[in-house]
């Protein structure tokens, strides 16, 4: 497929176990972003990848969130010890390039819920 | 502290109608404004966006107005047609140094266009 692609497409997990999300970006796309949307909010900026590298990890809400890329393309986030308010919709998108003027290509999510 | 925000959850609009979806940010910072439509299980999609440089940007039956003394922009569809039922977002960024591209995102604006 051309587009972008997330794993799973539902996850449900009990308080306190660790998750893996993951995203493949459209091939060749340099950028990639993590967003997540919370039920009754819009889509909150989590982090951003240039290549392998993260320079801007501003919007991970604690050290529980981490996340990597590798070969400058699959990118995993990875939540510890999940708690229920990390239950939200987690958005993956990616751009040829890191400018805004770049649309961001989205998937379709992870639903994610912490029992 | 919601730097962009869509205070319409939702819009209900007879089909052939205008639909017209309002957004309002804090930020003086942000110089280019996107409309992203999101379907249930799908990731966003772009839709229009303008520079703070212009005051109107259309593109077929949409067209996105700038108000920057206002900090207000409004995404008109002419005619409305079923198919745009659909949730809109209004995101926003800016190109100051260190840019990202990161997008800041609203709530959201749930539209259902009725036959």
């Known amino acids: 497929g051309a587009g972008v692609s997330q794993s799973p497409s539902n996850k449900v997990t009990e308080k306190g176990k660790d998750v893996e999300l993951r995203c493949d970006p459209i091939?060749?796309?340099?950028?990639l972003y993590w967003y997540r949307q919370s039920l009754g909010q819009g889509l909150e900026f989590l982090i951003y990848f240039q290549g392998n590298s993260a320079p801007d990890k501003s919007g991970l809400p604690s050290d529980r969130f981490s996340a990597e890329r590798t070969g400058g393309s699959v990118s995993t986030l990875t939540i510890q010890r999940t708690q229920q308010e990390d239950s939200a919709v987690y958005l993956c998108?990616?751009?040829?390039?890191?400018?805004?003027?770049?649309?961001?290509?989205f998937g379709p999510g992870t639903r994610l819920t912490v029992l | 502290d919601q730097q962009v925000k869509q205070n319409s959850p939702s819009l209900s609009v007879q089909e052939g109608r205008i639909s017209i979806l309002n957004c309002d940010y804090t930020n003086s910072m942000f110089d280019y404004f996107l409309w992203y439509k999101k379907y249930p299980a799908e990731g966003p999609t772009f839709l229009i966006s303008i520079s703070s440089i212009k005051d109107k940007n259309e593109d077929g039956r949409f067209t996105v107005f700038l108000n920057k003394s206002a900090k207000h922009l409004s995404l008109h569809i002419v005619p409305s047609q079923p198919g745009d039922s659909a949730v809109y977002f209004c995101a926003a960024t800016y190109h100051g140094s260190g840019n990202t591209g990161k997008l800041i995102f609203g709530q959201g604006t749930t539209l259902q266009v009725k036959p």
């Open positions: 091939s060749g796309h340099t950028a």
């Open positions: 998108a990616s751009s040829l390039f890191s400018s805004s003027y770049n649309e961001q290509f």
